[in-house]
């Protein structure tokens, strides 16, 4: 409980930021709807190649100009930040004792490892949660503030929310695991914006290319916004993927975690 | 009673060896010495005993259980100073010292507060704002607040100024004569001499000596200089006489045996001064290095 409430309180100002970035990027987004809505842009997106369309995550059936249509595309988006953020602690909580030359304090204290990184996860799942309900909350307020007089399936923008946790699992369960294989992570900004955007960038390729090889591979498939909000429901033929790859980076994360020589400097 | 049983404790990482066979008891209520220089293995030896390192072969025993199995509990009465302190940066003293209280199953409030002030430490400031010395000082502080049965200190004097050292050695003692069993580490052979009852030698990873400090000293040479003039002529090449330097002005040696066969040969010499003293443990420990 100690170790969780000091860690809660190291991402303090984590939390802070990310929890208003995140809202704010898709709220300021979602407020240009009214002017996207008109029959107009639809013949100007009409215009564009399918595959154009399909990199960015947009589902013909479902046009910009449909209220879901351009959560959807937004979506998309915001989900970029909240993959770096949840990679972010993943790579971080447990190495940053080595790199910052902690580990001799804490390991040698009366706590099995297994605690500690028990402590550690919930912890960051406590932040990314806090995190997730207020992007919960600004896509609600977004929506229904800068709807344009359409009416919403509130039902299917929220089993969209509901995968929120997780897609945060996902990236923080990876980066966990390849943290307790690799000897250092030297910067871990730049690999969780690498996991992050990188995965991003094979789910889009993926969907230009309609080639399921890559959508196996990166949760940007699994929970991709224009397949929810049309279907109303999780892909399942793509989900348990997801929830494989997070038990066994989790099972991983045990595993190695738990037998890592912590060398002196 | 044994606190620490080291059985055949091995540790290579990867084809680099860290530690080898390692066998040596250390009894309660003993201060043991660990020595050997930089890289010869006395932190990889002491990191398993709590569980930093894990080993290839053999185990550590603390209070008579296996130090890897049993970790948590084992550590829980063991009080660690590493040699090099890091702690979090933006933290108060006054914080990290109550978080690092919080992992023990007793009140360690009032000691805490009595090592700070026999410490000198001053709790408000931040850690980043501490120079080296005070990190060490927080570092003492946290190792010792739960007033611990095994006190493993490894090169725990670098930074600190002589007079800190010696309220920091005073300290030790009487943890020591409270109960508490030490292991410390060092490169320095004096701190040791100073502090310990037995030593052991560690050199490339394996122990190559175990020694009583009392005995050996006792047991052992005296260190004579005598300066003067025209000394350089080899009379002190006697038997028990070793590293004979010599000079026109002044001849040193080690001798081992009757002095008054020194007195002697002194006295019929033309001497200036006449210095007779007990051999550092560096010296008598020079030849394992050699």
């Known amino acids: 409980m100690n170790i969780y409430k000091f860690e809660l309180g190291m991402l303090k100002r984590s939390i802070l930021i990310w929890s208003l970035a995140i809202p704010a990027f898709f709220l300021f987004y979602v407020s240009f709807f009214p002017m996207m809505s008109g029959e107009d842009m639809n013949a100007i997106f009409e215009q564009f190649p399918e595959e154009f369309m399909a990199f960015f995550g947009m589902n013909p059936d479902l046009p ?21 953020q949840a990679s972010n602690y993943g790579f971080h909580i447990l190495s940053v004792e080595e790199r910052e030359l902690t580990a001799d304090f804490l390991l040698t204290k009366p706590i099995s490892r297994v605690k500690i990184l028990v402590a550690k996860l919930l912890a960051a799942m406590t932040s990314l949660t806090i995190v997730n309900f207020t992007i919960c909350v600004a896509t609600i307020l977004g929506t229904a503030l800068f709807r344009g007089g359409q009416t919403v399936n ?4 929220f089993v969209l929310l509901s995968t929120n946790i997780f897609f945060q699992l996902f990236f923080i369960s990876v980066g966990m695991f390849i943290s307790t294989v690799v000897k250092k992570i030297p910067s871990v900004l730049s690999v969780s914006m690498g996991l992050g955007i990188g995965l991003y960038i094979v789910s889009s390729l993926g969907t230009m290319l309609s080639s399921t090889v890559f959508h196996i591979i990166t949760p940007y498939s699994h929970f ?33 975690y738990t037998r890592r020589n912590i060398a002196s400097l | ?44 030896t002491i990191r398993t005993m709590l569980s930093l390192i894990y080993p ?4 550590v ?20 100073l590493p040699s090099e302190i890091f702690y979090y940066d933006k933290m108060k003293v006054e914080d ?99 502090l310990c009852d037995r030593v052991a030698i560690i050199k490339d990873g394996e122990i190559i000596s175990i020694q009583d400090i009392k005995a050996m000293k006792e047991d052992t040479y005296k260190k004579f200089t005598f300066n003067g003039e025209n000394l350089n002529d080899g009379k002190f090449k006697i038997e028990g006489v070793s590293n004979l330097s010599q000079t026109n002005s002044q001849v040193t040696f080690f001798f081992k045996g009757d ?21 550092t443990l560096e010296e008598i420990f020079m030849h394992y290095y050699e």
């Open chain 2, 259 to 279: 002095v008054n066969e020194i007195i002697k040969i002194a006295a019929q010499l033309k001497l200036k001064d006449i210095l007779v003293e007990e051999p």
């Open chain 1, 64 to 84: 910009v100009s449909n209220i879901l249509g351009y959560v959807s595309l937004t979506y998309g988006m915001i989900q970029i930040p909240m993959a770096i």
């Open chain 1, 154 to 157: 509130w039902g299917v923008i």
């Open chain 2, 56 to 59: 290839t072969s053999g185990s």
């Open chain 2, 1 to 44: 009673m044994n606190v620490i049983e080291f059985n055949n404790l091995t540790k290579y990482y990867g084809d680099v060896k860290g530690c080898k066979n390692i066998n040596f008891k250390v009894k309660q209520g003993e201060i043991f010495g660990f020595i050997g220089p930089n890289g010869a293995g006395k932190s990889t």
């Open chain 1, 224 to 256: 991709a916004p224009s397949y929810i909000l049309v279907e109303g429901t999780y892909n399942w033929s793509l989900v348990w993927i997801s929830f494989v790859i997070i038990t066994l980076s989790l099972a991983g994360s045990y595993f190695f």
């Open chain 2, 96 to 194: 990290l010292l109550k978080y690092s209280a919080s992992f023990y199953d007793r009140d360690c409030t009032e000691r805490m507060y009595e090592l700070a002030e026999i410490m000198e430490l001053d709790l408000t400031r931040k850690i980043q704002d501490l120079s080296l010395g005070n990190k060490k000082k927080v570092g003492i502080v946290q190792g010792l607040l739960h007033s611990p049965k095994l006190i493993i200190l490894d090169e725990p004097t670098s930074g600190l100024d002589p007079l800190m050292q010696q309220k920091f050695f005073q300290l030790i003692k009487e943890e020591n004569s409270m109960g508490a069993t030490v292991l410390f580490s060092s490169h320095i052979l004096s701190e040791v001499q100073q």
């Open chain 2, 61 to 80: 025993t603390i209070f008579g259980k296996d130090a890897i199995e049993f970790g948590p509990e084992v550590r829980s009465e063991i009080g660690y």
